[in-house]
T-cell receptor, first 112, second 116 residues
Framework: QKEVEQDPGPLSVPEGAIVSLNCTYS??????FMWYRQYSRKGPELLMY????GNKEDGRFTAQVDKSSKYISLFIRDSQPSDSATYLC????????????FGQGTELSVKP | GAVVSQHPSRVICKSGTSVKIECRSL??????MFWYRQFPKKSLMLMAT?????????EQGVEKDKFLINHASLTLSTLTVTSAHPEDSSFYIC????????????FGPGTRLLVL
């Protein structure tokens, strides 16, 4: 079993839809949770960063962390065609020197 | 912001030659940088952790003599692919974390390597 599981998709939604992306993990030591967006042939771009449990909102994006269930989510409201990309969850633990463990990435396509 | 650059963005080389890729943190210092490799439609595979002023730490299965890493300053790490072969063709990405927030990493734009 991988440390971090993420449905690779692809996920296709119409413009304006609410998108829900999820990751599960097995290592209870993870404390830092991130979502990255990666466009084709580009480096990943940090979208959201959350420490421990809770919710964080930034514009159309909301990140949720449920440590009791070992489950994290990213919600995108009013999705736009420009949101079409691969979304990667990543997480790390203390004393790991910043090493990130990535999910497989979910490919999202928002149709106009 | 936190900007990380990579150079070159694309490189084509002949089999047997060596290729150097640079990773720079432009507006912050990074004692630790990371090198990843990514295959098409796959996630990022961590190759090694680059530490300023000391030897890099390689992940299991990554040949340290083939992928030489040098982190000579707080803003520059280099990855040299030695004696490149076609199977080394890939997308190489570096990342760097601010020293006070090591868990938040910022990625470079990546370098696409094609070995003929």
């Amino acid at each position: 079993q991988k440390e971090v599981e993420q449905d690779p998709g692809p996920l296709s939604v119409p413009e304006g839809a609410i998108v829900s992306l999820n990751c599960t993990y097995s290592n209870s030591a993870f404390q830092y949770f991130m979502w990255y967006r990666q466009y084709s042939r580009k480096g990943p771009e940090l979208l959201m960063y959350t420490y421990s449990s809770g919710n964080k909102e930034d514009g159309r994006f909301t990140a949720q962390v449920d440590k009791s269930s070992k489950y994290i989510s990213l919600f995108i409201r009013d999705s736009q065609p420009s949101d079409s990309a691969t979304y990667l969850c990543a997480m790390s633990a203390d004393n790991q020197g910043g090493k990130l463990i990535f999910g497989q990435g979910t490919e999202l396509s928002v149709k106009p | 912001g936190a900007v990380v650059s990579q150079h070159p963005s694309r490189v084509i080389c002949k089999s047997g030659t060596s290729v150097k890729i640079e990773c720079r943190s432009l507006d912050f210092q990074a004692t630790t940088m990371f090198w990843y490799r990514q295959f098409p439609k796959k996630s990022l595979m961590l190759m090694a952790t680059s530490n300023e002023g000391s030897k890099a730490t390689y992940e299991q299965g990554v040949e340290k003599d083939k992928f030489l890493i040098n982190h000579a300053s707080l803003t520059l790490s280099t990855l040299t692919v030695t004696s490149a072969h076609p199977e080394d063709s890939s997308f190489y990405i570096c990342s760097a974390g601010r020293d006070s927030y090591k868990e938040t990493q910022y990625f470079g734009p990546g370098t696409r390597l094609l070995v003929l």
